[in-house]
């Protein structure tokens, strides 16, 4: 282990911006902006090495970094002019966790950490007032016994409930029939006189006694080894494992742990604190962006327990609503005017958006807090292409700096404008994209109503990180407090999530909302009951809630995006298509970029009222006489979808593949749809039934499928054949360029293909002799066995293309039904078996190497073989870096997924082009 503790402060710094991975973000942040000459109250960084060895050591600290951080303590003593535990001069400080990867909310922070009874006195004294230092020390009990002693927070409501109703009687406020909430706002943290506050701190302290069974820690280093050792703890909180999980945050980083003098945003009028952003994390503008508390601490503009005011005179980025006199430039010009100059310097420094926290402490500024602003992906893509236009950051870097799953945010519903609405209120457009679903007014109800499958909107007070399971499974969230840059706004924001914040007109209580209705003149006109269970709709990109479902319309892509797929396109080797049925997804993906069909699931296109009927009297059909009589009115079906699809893909190719489903997928389910079939087809339903019983398989996925159905019913794909290349002679006849790709499915030996083939190319000369022309077309299959990538050399005999249906191959080679994975998967995930969901991100170990095994051996014999993948995987950034180290020609994915798969492309690309060395240009 290297050294322990890095200092910062007086324009000097230990660390900098590049060791995040010991100092954290927030120390590697601080030591930066110290360097760089920025306002910084000195402190240091306890780094993630310490953290580790802390616990491989059985939560004990390392021996010798205590003196280490006394020898630290003693240099800010020095620098601020104050003592650790001194009365005369107090030194507080702040202990904040800070980890690789900005985890907000999900750690602890302990303020105005150093105060006992007597240094409280003093710190009254020096700063002239006592209120203030009473405020701190209750604030401070509270956190410390909270987050160190574990006494849960509510123990302590019910005493600063107390000392809210002593407080209203002196102010001559009746409070009798306030309930909490109403109290508050009727008599806030300010209205609490000295008296009331020394009373409170005793009575905290009781709590803490009867609780623990020991005083409150007087020493300040007693204190100071509890809070660094919580901090440390909360590295492994259940909430900050939920993110971890969530983001892919491997456990091993540890956090880091900053000790900073502190500064005071709330001694008084001249005073405040607040966040900033150098650029708007919702949209991406370029524009100085953020909101202010005035009298303050940092936790309270966190928290959202007061609506904070803008930054800018304009009103812009304020959350409270558009008071210019109560913004930053207005009420603290210098301040403003020097927060500005800081943000410019700092985005020019780092060449991103950052967020900012900071205080002002009697008109002093002060920077506690800088990092990569998180963002929605709208944001991301316009600020990487806005950047990359001022010269900032290349093209190449703006197309790295978009996460490709976060394009996903962009293509969300919005609320159809010319739908009728009804208004429910309004708050702030927190995080963008539409959402409708029942209301919920719990985390764990709302995980639990959305594991079974129903959409849910988690409506809130506030949210706090105690609620982020709940988020995860809500569609959306609204609450009733808090600004855009409280603790729901940043979540959702991050999560890519529908989010209404501070909606003032609700009001929850009690599985219920209450909610105000106001006219145009802003007054109150009534007010409306929500139950749980009732449906509303969320329009986070407006910040309005809507009562009922509201219709939705599909993303528009803005300019910007467009851009930044252009220079991805440029970049990228990998081709991206899309895996479609019908000319309606076959459009969709065209406009999304895709570039053909990598994968048409024919058995899709019988599932229609009119089909499925012709379909199952084929199956019930005992000869092939009868079965052929049922495909012939198959037929016209299936060609006029193929010259949808064809006409829709012109100039690109079409993969089609025959039908894949075991049969008994197509008959009826229940009895209605037996009885309905018994009367079509004259069948008796006892009949019917024998017949459906005699299909059953008990494995299915290992059954009678794929190609398999055409060794004992080769009619079947001679149909198929003969509506794809009907329709491709058809639309060639129209003057429109056809690429058809025929596809077998589920081979393992050459003999299916051997015999598929002789079928296909069977069927092709008869219908070009019919039709007196010929279209090109490919003969390919995929591959989805073991046995298949093992003997792909005999397979590329017949085949002239790959592809990997990652699906299956996963399902067989590791054995597992992708139908049931879900029950036992997450297990699996927990346990660290597996990284992440198979079925989602390839497991490039084990079905990777039979993707390779399979291009090895299918190259060795044939070597132009095209080779590609339309599995699930086809669309997942993680997977597609493996395709492009793989070497193969394309992807294919859902359309909505088509534009992440380029992006993903792309920096695939680039990634192996770093690998390979750097350019002689950028
Ligand atoms: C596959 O198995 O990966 C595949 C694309 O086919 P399906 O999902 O239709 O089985
Ligand atoms: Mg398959």
Redesign the pocket.
């Known amino acids: 282990m290297g050294r322990s503790i890095y200092f910062f402060g007086a324009g000097q710094a230990d660390g900098d911006a590049q060791q995040k991975d010991l100092l954290g973000g927030k120390g590697a942040g601080l030591a930066e902006m110290t360097r760089l000459g920025i306002p910084v109250p000195p402190g240091f960084t306890v780094t993630t090495e310490v953290c580790n060895a802390y616990f491989a050591a059985g939560k004990v600290l390392p021996a010798g970094v205590e003196d280490e951080i006394k020898a630290a303590i003693g240099r800010l003593e020095s620098l601020r002019g104050a003592g650790f535990g001194s009365p005369e001069a107090p030194l507080l400080v702040s202990v904040r966790s800070g980890a690789r990867a900005s985890m907000p909310g999900m750690m602890d922070t302990i303020l105005n950490l150093g105060l006992n009874d007597e240094i409280a006195r003093g710190l009254a004294q020096r700063t002239g007032s006592e209120r203030f230092a009473l405020d701190a020390y209750r604030r401070f009990i509270l956190a410390y016994a909270d987050i160190v002693l574990g006494v849960p927070r509510d123990r302590f409501e019910e005493a600063l409930g107390r000392a809210r109703r002593q407080a209203a009687a002196k102010l001559g406020v009746d409070a009798t029939r306030l309930n909490s909430a109403e109290l508050e706002r009727k008599v806030p943290d300010s209205a609490l006189d000295p008296e009331s506050l020394a009373a409170l701190i005793q009575r905290q302290k009781d709590i803490v006694l009867g609780a623990t069974g020991r005083p409150f820690p007087d020493d300040p280093y007693a204190q100071l080894w509890g809070a660094i050792r919580a901090v440390f703890d909360s590295w492994k909180n259940h909430r900050a494992e939920v993110y971890r999980k969530m983001h892919d945050i491997p456990e091993a980083w540890g956090t880091a742990c900053t000790v900073q003098a502190m500064v005071f945003g709330n001694l008084g009028d001249d005073s405040g604190t607040g966040v900033a952003f150098t650029r708007d994390p919702s949209t991406g503008e370029r524009r100085f962006y953020g909101e202010w508390l005035p009298n303050a601490q940092g936790e309270d503009v966190v928290a959202g327990v007061r609506t904070p005011h803008p930054l800018s005179r304009s009103g812009e980025g304020g959350g409270g609503g558009v008071d210019d006199a109560s913004s930053l430039e207005a009420r603290m010009p210098a301040a403003y005017a020097g927060l500005v100059e800081v943000q410019r310097k700092l985005e020019q420094h780092f060449r991103d958006m950052q967020d900012l926290e900071f205080t002002i402490q009697q008109g002093e500024l002060f920077l506690l807090q800088c990092r990569t602003g998180k963002r929605t992906g709208r944001a991301a893509v316009r600020i990487a292409v806005e950047m990359a236009k001022e010269g900032l950051i290349s093209q190449r870097e703006a197309i790295l700096r978009v996460e490709p799953g976060s394009i996903d945010q962009l293509l969300h519903p919005s609320i159809d404008p010319n739908a009728p609405k009804d208004l429910l209120a309004r708050g702030l457009p927190a995080s963008p994209g539409a959402a409708t679903g029942q209301v919920v007014f719990s985390a764990d109800e709302a995980e639990r109503r959305a594991g079974q499958g129903r959409a849910v909107i988690l409506v809130r007070s506030e949210t706090s990180p105690e609620d982020i399971h709940g988020m995860k499974a809500a569609r959306g969230i609204l609450t009733a407090r808090g600004g855009m840059t409280s603790h729901a706004a940043v979540v959702a924001r991050g999560m890519g999530k529908s989010c209404v914040a501070g909606c003032s007109a609700i009001s929850v209580s009690q599985g219920r909302m209450t909610v105000t209705i106001y006219d145009e003149h802003g007054r109150a006109t009534g007010v409306i009951t929500v139950k749980d269970g009732d449906l509303i709709t969320l329009d986070g990109g407006t910040g309005t809630v809507y009562l009922g479902a509201v219709p939705t319309i599909p993303a528009a892509l803005s300019g910007e995006f467009e851009e930044l797929m252009t220079w991805a396109d440029a970049v990228r080797r990998l081709r991206v298509r899309a895996?479609a049925d019908t000319p309606h997804d076959a459009r969709t993906a065209r406009n999304f970029g895709a570039e053909g069909i990598g994968?048409c699931?024919t058995e899709h296109m019988f599932f229609d009222e009119e089909r499925i009927q012709a379909m199952r009297e084929m199956i019930l059909a005992d000869g092939e006489v009868g079965r052929r009589s049922a495909l012939a009115k198959l037929l016209p079906f299936q060609r006029s979808d193929f010259v949808g699809v064809f006409r829709e893909m012109a100039g690109l190719p079409v993969t089609i593949r025959l039908l894949?489903p075991p049969l008994h997928e197509f008959l009826p389910q229940d009895d209605a749809q037996l009885q309905q079939l018994s009367r079509a087809t004259g069948v008796s339903v006892a009949d019917l039934q024998r017949k459906s019983e005699g299909l059953a398989e008990y494995n299915p996925m290992l059954g009678h499928r794929g190609c398999r159905l055409a060794i004992t019913s080769p009619e079947i794909y001679e149909m198929q054949t003969r509506a794809i290349l009907e329709a491709a002679c058809e639309v060639a006849a129209a003057g429109i360029e056809v690429e058809p790709e025929i596809m077998i499915?589920l081979s393992m030996t050459r003999r299916e293909l051997t015999l598929t083939r002789a079928l296909v190319e069977g069927v092709a000369e008869k219908v070009f002799a019919e039709k007196g022309r010929r279209v090109d077309i490919r003969f390919g299959t995929?591959i989805?066995l073991p046995r298949a990538a093992l003997r792909a050399g005999e397979l590329a005999e017949e085949a002239e293309f790959f592809s990997?249906?990652?699906?299956?191959?996963t399902?067989t080679s590791l054995g597992i039904s992708r139908d049931d994975a879900g029950r036992f998967l997450g297990a699996y995930v927990e346990a660290g078996i597996f990284a992440k969901d198979p079925f989602q991100a390839l497991d490039v170990p084990g079905v990777g190497e039979l993707v390779e095994i399979g291009r090895d051996r299918g190259r060795a014999v044939r070597p132009g073989l095209k080779l590609g993948i339309?599995?699930?995987h086809g669309g997942d950034p993680s997977s597609i870096a493996f395709f492009e180290r793989a070497g193969l020609d394309y992807v294919s994915c859902s359309p909505f997924r088509v534009p992440v798969a380029r992006l993903a492309a792309a920096q695939a690309a680039l990634a192996a082009e770093s690998s390979r060395g750097p350019r002689a240009t950028d």
């Open positions: 895996n994968l699931r894949d499915p995929m989805e990997f249906g990652t699906n299956d191959l399902q339309c599995g699930e």
